[in-house]
């Protein structure tokens, strides 16, 4: 995070690299575990109207507090191959307003959780590349509540289902020299068919109901460069192909539909640089900055993702407690910029506005040897 995750398909760094690049494992120790937690604080609040009028403020700060930990363990089986295994949430939402706001006929709740087992293998081929490749295991949960009518205060309907699915990872990384390495890697899209139930204040309506749901694939490509005995540069291109999120429709077993909006994501690139400065031997400080571009279009924001582009400012820090063991930490603040917003749902009601938002992200790392 201290990198703004600049070069982390090519840094290699500790036993994280399960997740960024698999390839990655053959530069660590004989056995390392990684454990880390971060507190991610997103803001976003509405300013605008509703049409026709039906009462209500502009439900407040629909961002909160959440807490997200991972971890990795990964392992020297023969000289040249590595074994690991990490447990991790690559994809996470969480908004909510105020249950009697302007819009709450198009959003009150919307919660996504997703769980992520990923066993990998690492090979070194040769003293200059490796391969890695992993499995992911994943579970998502998902809940999304609005307001079935016009009174204040509302009946709210829930649809809350979850599912299983997998898919896998990729990496390759090359040492063309002592002080660089060039990593690449993918991760592949992992699809759902979420079950579960509609319920109207708690009382309900349809069980089963289904949703079909596409995690994106995504590629990075990352370069570390050590550049002297107290300086290294990192640089990372990402894409991740969110265009498989066309629409959301939920249905029931019957095939009649309960809900339908239309998504019509874009596929996105992420860009970032970083930097470490070596303070000491046992002193490391790092930086970094990214630019996220947002998925979704202003034809079809909606206020359950009012999602916009994104520039991260990050530091970080890192200390050797011994020569087994590292403490990092890691902060990161995102500039979101201004989201529009004019989304017509069922009533019709017309929510029509702006956003202003922005992520604060802090984050600890325990690194452990033996």
């Known amino acids: 995070l201290g990198n703004a995750y600049a070069g982390q398909a090519a840094a290699a760094t500790d036993a994280s690299t399960i997740f960024f690049n698999p390839a990655g494992m053959t530069y660590l120790p004989d056995r390392q575990v990684v454990m880390a ?10 300013a605008g109207t509703v049409a026709p009028a039906i009462g209500g403020g502009n439900g407040g700060d629909a961002g909160g507090l959440a807490f997200v930990p991972n971890a990795y363990f ?7 191959v590595h ?8 994809f996470g939402l969480a908004t909510e307003y105020d249950a ?14 997703t769980i992520n087992l990923n066993p990998s293998i690492a090979w070194r081929a040769s003293d200059t590349l490796s391969f890695g490749a992993g499995l992911s295991i994943q579970y998502a949960e998902a809940t999304l509540t609005s307001a079935t009518n016009l009174a204040i205060p509302p009946s709210v309907g829930v649809v809350k289902g979850d599912d299983y699915g997998w898919g896998f990872n990729l ?23 979420l079950e579960g139930d509609f319920k109207v204040d708690g009382a309900t309506f349809y069980d089963p109901v289904f949703a079909d749901a596409t995690l994106p694939d995504s590629a990075s490509l990352s370069i570390f460069h050590r550049l002297s005995e107290k300086w290294d540069v990192l640089a990372d291109v990402s894409w991740t192909g969110w265009s498989d999120f066309y629409e959301l429709r939920i249905v029931r077993a019957n095939g009649a539909v309960v809900s339908l909006t239309e998504e019509r994501w874009d596929d996105t690139f992420r860009f970032s640089v970083g930097a470490n400065y070596r303070w000491s031997e046992r002193l490391t400080l790092r930086g970094g900055v990214a630019f996220d571009e947002t ?23 890192q200390y050797r407690l011994s020569t087994k063991s590292v403490l990092d930490v890691g902060y990161a603040h995102l500039f979101v910029k201004d989201a529009r917003i004019r989304k017509t749902e ?3 009601v017309t929510l029509t506005g702006s956003y202003d938002a922005s992520v604060d992200i802090l984050s600890a790392q325990m690194t452990l040897n033996f």
């Open 37 to 46: 937690g971060h507190l991610i604080l997103p803001r976003a609040e509405f």
């Open 74 to 80: 990964a392992f020297r089986l023969t000289p040249d």
């Open 83 to 90: 074994l690991g295994v990490g447990m991790n949430a690559p």
């Open 100 to 113: 009697t706001w302007k819009g709450r006929t198009q959003a009150i709740k919307s919660e996504l959780k």
């Open 171 to 193: 990496g390759a990384l090359w040492q063309p020299s002592e002080t660089t390495r060039i990593g690449i890697a993918y991760r592949s899209e992992v699809d759902y068919t």
């Open 295 to 317: 998925p979704v279009s202003d034809t079809y924001r909606t206020a359950r993702i009012p999602d916009e582009d994104r520039t991260w400012i990050a530091l970080g820090v």
């Open 346 to 348: 069922t009533g019709p």
